[in-house]
């Protein structure tokens, strides 16, 4: 979809939610459509538009994920952090019907599947490269992750 096509979206999706403002990110781009509304001063009056401004943003350095300031304690803990090995979409079972492949406090064994990343149409299954305890699961299900960011916290056996 154009760039022109998802502003369009995005403005008809402000009217018809009456929002003020939305914001779209994705890997690379964002973008930000906002309403002005009430008074505006003087000396920045500019004539009055009846359709929402729509500008293309830049993506800002986003906020700390709780699953890196969570997996910078680990070490002090005696935990040992399992990694994304690719970018991707997280998920804890095999479908959406299904029970996770494992749960904070199970005990995991080398080459059991943890989860899933889909990455470009593909699922991968993530397996445990040595057996311990799940400790914290740091990603929520269906999250985009990073290369190298931890996913879980496992105590070795």
């Not at 040992?80 to 690719?86: A, G, K, Q, T």
Request: negative net charge; hydrophobic residues 40%; contains cysteine.
């Amino acid at each position: 979809m154009a760039v022109s096509d998802r502003i369009r979206k995005l403005i008809e999706i402000l009217r018809e939610e009456d929002l003020d403002e939305i914001e779209v990110r994705t890997w690379f781009t964002g973008i930000r459509v906002a309403r002005r509304r009430g008074s505006v001063p003087a000396a920045q009056a500019e004539p009055v538009r009846r359709e929402p401004e729509a500008e293309v943003a830049p993506v800002e350095e986003a906020a700390v994920p709780e699953s890196v300031t969570a997996a910078a304690g680990a070490e002090e803990d005696g935990l040992e952090e399992i990694v994304s090995p690719m970018v991707g979409t997280f998920y804890r079972s095999a479908g959406p019907e299904v029970d996770p492949f494992i749960s904070e406090g199970n005990r995991v064994e080398t080459g059991q599947v943890l989860c899933i990343i889909e990455a470009m149409k593909l699922m991968n299954e993530i397996e445990a490269e040595k057996s311990g305890v799940i400790r914290k699961i740091l990603v929520e299900d269906s999250q985009p992750v990073e290369f190298g960011q931890p996913l879980f916290l496992v105590e070795s056996a």
